[in-house]
């Protein structure tokens, strides 16, 4: 992960079951909800990863990557660039392993998520302008100090390290026949791929993105890893690119995954107030992705179907704004940023 050396090989099921085992008492085992107010004719579920301790899945990635280092890479610290979900997973993880923590953020990111990502523990280093230079900055410091960049998707032990919330579908549902996954770098639905595939190639994996600025889906049209310019939207934790060079999940999601949908801005906005309304559940709108596919249709219900509720970081007053019948972004006052 320091950059230097071999690239490690593509995560395996075995490797999901490996990382169960390692990060059992660093992340939660969050609960399946049935949802029959939907009312579909073989059930749907939601999988309520908003109760993970830092409000995401991505803490699953963060400690089985974090696990996997040996002490003396370790003590060198860990660093990551992010402003959002992966960061405090990446510092709430290191605190409670004792590992030295630098998140870097560029100078945009807004003073609430600053807090967060402190609040962790984790150093935070604010430089540059964009995200881009945020980590050309935290390359710089880890060539200086010899420390580990921890990537938010593409690296083979964030890969299975997510795919423990497929292997805990497993164990909750073994009927489970569609699963929809919030989808960005595909760190996520490539990891819950691995696990479900393993067992049975015939579930089906759906990633959901949001209409403005999916890099995944238009890669996947494309056959090749594209740029796409961000957009504003309420799925900030969905936006950014797959990386330059993407080694893993790109081609994970590519062989395994069997469909991507898009849903818009609206229909994340009522899958909020669905998922508040019906659940008392805080969903980001990136986190509120599968559950709007369920509701606007985009994906045919032929047998038992669960939407992972990937994370609820929302601000407080965006979150209201939203449940009083906002949509657009600049209704919300939500950063574009992930
Ligand atoms: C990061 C994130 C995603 C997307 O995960 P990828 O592994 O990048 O596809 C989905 N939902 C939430 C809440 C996230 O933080």
Redesign the pocket.
């Known amino acids: 992960m320091s950059g230097s050396g071999v690239a490690p090989p593509a995560p395996t099921a075995r490797d999901v079951w490996r990382a169960r085992v390692r990060i059992r008492d660093l992340i939660r085992r969050t609960p399946l909800l049935s949802a029959p107010e939907l009312a579909a004719p073989h059930g749907v579920w939601i999988k309520d990863?908003t109760r993970q301790l830092t409000g995401?899945?991505?803490i699953r990635?963060a400690a089985n990557a974090l696990r996997s280092l040996s002490p003396e890479v370790r003590a060198r610290g860990v660093v990551a660039v992010s402003t959002?979900?992966?960061g405090r997973a990446v510092g709430e993880v290191a605190r409670q392993l004792g590992v030295p923590a630098a998140v870097f953020v560029s100078r945009r990111v807004p003073a609430d998520k600053l807090a967060a990502l402190r609040a962790t523990g984790a150093e935070v280093v604010v430089g540059g302008e964009s995200q881009d230079e945020a980590e050309d900055i935290a390359r710089e410091h880890v060539r200086q100090h010899g420390s580990t960049l921890l990537p938010?998707?593409d690296h083979p032990d964030v890969i299975a390290g997510?795919g423990t919330l497929g292997a805990e579908l497993l164990d909750d549902l073994p009927e489970v026949h569609t699963v929809l996954?919030?989808?960005?770098?595909?760190?996520?639905?490539?990891g819950v791929a691995l696990a479900l595939k393993a067992i049975d190639p015939q579930i089906r994996v759906i990633?959901v993105s949001m209409e403005a600025g999916a890099a995944?889906h238009a890669s996947l049209r494309a056959g090749r890893v594209i740029e796409m310019p961000e957009a504003d939207t309420l799925?900030d934790?969905?936006q950014?690119g797959l990386g330059r060079d993407n080694r893993y999940?790109f081609r994970a999601v590519r062989e395994l995954v069997d469909d991507a949908v898009l849903v818009s801005e609206d229909e994340l906005a009522e899958a909020m107030r669905h998922a508040f309304t019906h659940h008392r559940m805080i969903l980001?709108g990136?986190?509120a992705?599968g559950l709007a596919a369920v509701l606007a249709g985009r994906v045919p219900l032929e047998g038992p179907t669960v939407a992972i509720a990937?994370?609820?970081?929302v601000a407080a007053g965006a979150f209201a704004r939203i449940l009083a019948g906002g949509t657009r972004p600049d209704d919300t006052g939500v950063e574009p940023t992930?």
């Open positions: 990863e995401a899945f991505k990635g959002g979900n992966h938010p998707f997510q996954v919030p989808l960005s770098g595909g760190g996520l639905i490539a990633g995944m799925a934790s969905l950014g999940t980001e990136g986190g992705a990937s994370g609820g970081n992930r």
